[in-house]
């Protein structure tokens, strides 16, 4: 059965510090993963996703199928990273995406 | 930049009352997806829906749930008769393919009383 798991609610972290979201999954095949924000009020968005190796925001995050981990990290944390991170798997049959549960990053001064 | 669009942003209905909550997805994508979640809880995935048909679906996506594509524009998530766990938010999405990415639209509030 597919399973997105974060096992974080909440993290706190203070402005310029590292961040790192955790997230790990389970699936038989080869996933697809992701990582989709949420600012206050505003809809999901994509963040990045694994197959396309980009850096957005500062934030970067790497498919380790040995831990079977996709952990979302940024060196240097803003205040406006503040948001839910949500990781998310697609299966490899183009299967729709399976969500965590969030992890609430509040980043202060 | 295009976006998905739902409709109504927030809904009050009683209890055994039919919903509707419409969406438009973004214009050249071929598949539609309906998420919910419940305050405090995870996205939860319903339905998705590719050539008029219901591709995959949820076990939350009982008989109570139906979807349907009445134009070339619109994409609906019927409940028929609510119940009260029905309140959650409603996210509507689309995607030019499965691989593609999903967008997301700014969810629909259904307040069941």
């Known amino acids: 059965a597919q399973r997105v798991t974060q096992p974080e609610k909440l993290l706190s972290v203070f402005k310029g510090a590292p961040v790192e979201l955790k997230c790990n999954y389970s699936y038989s095949g080869s996933p697809e993963l992701f990582w989709y924000v949420q600012y206050s009020r505003q809809r999901l968005q994509l963040l990045l996703r694994h197959i396309s190796r980009e850096s957005i925001k500062g934030f970067t995050a790497d498919l380790n199928k040995g831990e079977t981990s996709f952990h979302l990290k940024k060196p240097f944390a803003q205040e406006e990273d503040s948001a839910m991170y949500y990781c998310?798997?697609?299966?490899?049959?183009?299967?729709?995406?399976?969500f965590g549960k969030g992890t609430t990053l509040s980043v202060s001064s | 930049e295009p976006e998905v669009t739902q409709t109504p942003s927030h809904q009050v209905t009683q209890m055994g009352q039919e919903v509707i909550l419409r969406c438009v997805p973004i214009?050249?994508?071929?598949?539609f997806y309906w998420y919910r979640q419940i305050l405090g809880q995870k996205v939860e995935f319903l339905v998705s829906?590719?050539?008029?048909?219901?591709?995959?679906k949820s076990e939350i996506f009982d008989d109570q749930f139906s979807v349907e594509r009445p134009d070339g524009s619109n994409f609906t998530l019927k409940i028929r008769s609510t119940k009260l766990e029905d309140s959650a938010m409603y996210f509507c999405?689309?995607?030019?393919?499965?691989?593609?990415?999903?967008?997301f639209g700014e969810g629909s509030w259904l307040t069941v009383v």
């Open positions: 999405a689309s995607s030019e393919s499965t691989r593609n990415t999903i967008y």
């Open positions: 998310a798997l697609s299966g490899q049959a183009g299967t729709a995406l399976i």
């Open positions: 829906f590719y050539n008029n048909e219901i591709s995959e």
């Open positions: 214009s050249n994508h071929l598949y």
